[in-house]
């Protein structure tokens, strides 16, 4: 199954209609209007910010928007802005540890970065991780050796470097 299959499988199954709404609104309303979670405006800001890291990154939008809308509080807003991003995968909120193993083995050295990173932020679900460090060094270990640096460090520069003696004769370094 790819990447796309399976995050446009769980997309159709979650419908606008399972989003949980505030008493009295009818469905249809505006995005700013609805609760962005069960309880929302029932927790206090410690509450909500402890709670965000179980939620994906579309959803994260929600908790923007209709924070901005109604409460605005501060430190709400500040770790919404650290905590949203973009995924390293499409759709990577919605994939099940599985389906991001199985992205990972395809993937090239910069998007296993951006995964370790993402999910070290977020999930920090071992088996991910685990999966990470496994595919990282086998993406190392079938790169080509590096070349030798272009540059010299001063210590080995003048070791084999010629000089210029007092009778200006060119000569190389530790000899008369």
Known sequence: MTILGALSERLSVRSASDLPRPPGDAPGGSAATELPFAGYDRLDDSQVIRGL??????????????????????????????????????????????????????ADLATIKKVRAYERKFANRPAV????????????????????????????????????????????????
Request: charged share 25%; no cysteine; aromatic share 4%.
């Open 129 to 176: 991780l685990e999966a990470v460090v496994r595919v990282h060094h086998r993406s190392l270990a079938g790169q080509p050796a590096s070349a030798k640096p272009s540059y010299q460090p001063m210590s080995a520069s003048a070791m084999g470097a010629s000089v210029v003696n007092s009778r200006g004769d060119r000569t190389e370094r530790g000899q008369p």
């Open 53 to 106: 890291s179980e939620h994906s990154q579309i959803e994260l939008e929600a908790v923007e928007s209709y924070e901005r809308s109604h409460q605005n509080r501060e430190p709400v807003l500040d770790k919404l802005r650290w905590m949203r991003g973009r995924e390293p995968l499409p759709g990577y909120d919605a994939l099940d540890v599985e389906e991001i193993v199985a992205a990972l083995g395809d």
